[in-house]
C-alpha cells in the first residue's frame, strides 16, 4: 500500500492500541479528565502506554492537554478537540457497521456510548 494513501496515514495513528478508546473514554462525562480518572476507568491500559498514546493523539490535534502546575501534584487534565469530537461521529457509525454485519449485541445498540460505563 501507498504510505502517503490518505486511509493508510489515518490508521497509522488511530489504529494504535488504546487510541480509539481513550478517544471514547474521553468522550464521557466532563469535558476535562484528569490522567488518573482515565487510568481509572480503562483499567487494563498501563500508565506508560495511556501517556504514549496521549501525547500521541495530542500530536495528532485529537486530544487537547491542559497543565495545572500551581498545585500539588501536578493537575494534567485532556479533552477532546474539535476534530475528535467529529470523529466520534465516523466511530458511532463504524459501531452501527458493526452491530450490523458483524457483533450481536442488543444491549449496546440501545446505548449511547457517550453514557456506556464498559
Same mark, same amino acid.
Given at each position: 500500500?501507498?504510505?502517503?494513501? &490518505?486511509?493508510?496515514? &489515518?490508521?497509522?495513528?488511530?489504529?494504535?492500541?488504546?487510541?480509539?478508546? +481513550? !478517544?471514547? =473514554?474521553?468522550?464521557?462525562?466532563?469535558?476535562?479528565? /484528569? %490522567?488518573? #480518572? +482515565?487510568?481509572?476507568?480503562?483499567?487494563?491500559?498501563?500508565?506508560? +502506554?495511556? &501517556? *504514549?498514546?496521549?501525547? =500521541?493523539?495530542? $500530536? =495528532?490535534?485529537?486530544?487537547?492537554?491542559?497543565? #495545572?502546575?500551581?498545585?500539588?501534584? +501536578?493537575?494534567? *487534565?485532556? /479533552?477532546? &478537540?474539535? $476534530?475528535?469530537? @467529529?470523529?466520534? #461521529?465516523?466511530?458511532?457509525? !463504524?459501531?452501527?457497521?458493526?452491530?450490523?454485519?458483524?457483533?450481536?449485541?442488543?444491549?449496546? $445498540?440501545?446505548?449511547?456510548?457517550? %453514557?456506556? @460505563?464498559?
Amino acid at each position: 500500500m501507498d504510505h502517503s494513501c &490518505t486511509v493508510y496515514r &489515518t490508521m497509522d495513528y488511530l489504529s494504535r492500541r488504546w487510541a480509539v478508546l +481513550i !478517544l471514547c =473514554e474521553l468522550n464521557k462525562g466532563e469535558e476535562w479528565k /484528569r %490522567f488518573s #480518572d +482515565i487510568r481509572r476507568s480503562m483499567k487494563d491500559v498501563t500508565p506508560k +502506554i495511556l &501517556t *504514549e498514546r496521549l501525547r =500521541e493523539l495530542e $500530536a =495528532e490535534g485529537l486530544v487537547e492537554n491542559r497543565v #495545572d502546575s500551581s498545585c500539588v501534584p +501536578i493537575r494534567s *487534565e485532556y /479533552r477532546l &478537540t474539535p $476534530a475528535s469530537r @467529529e470523529l466520534m #461521529d465516523v466511530i458511532h457509525e !463504524l459501531k452501527m457497521w458493526a452491530l450490523k454485519w458483524k457483533i450481536d449485541n442488543p444491549d449496546c $445498540a440501545k446505548s449511547n456510548c457517550q %453514557f456506556c @460505563e464498559l
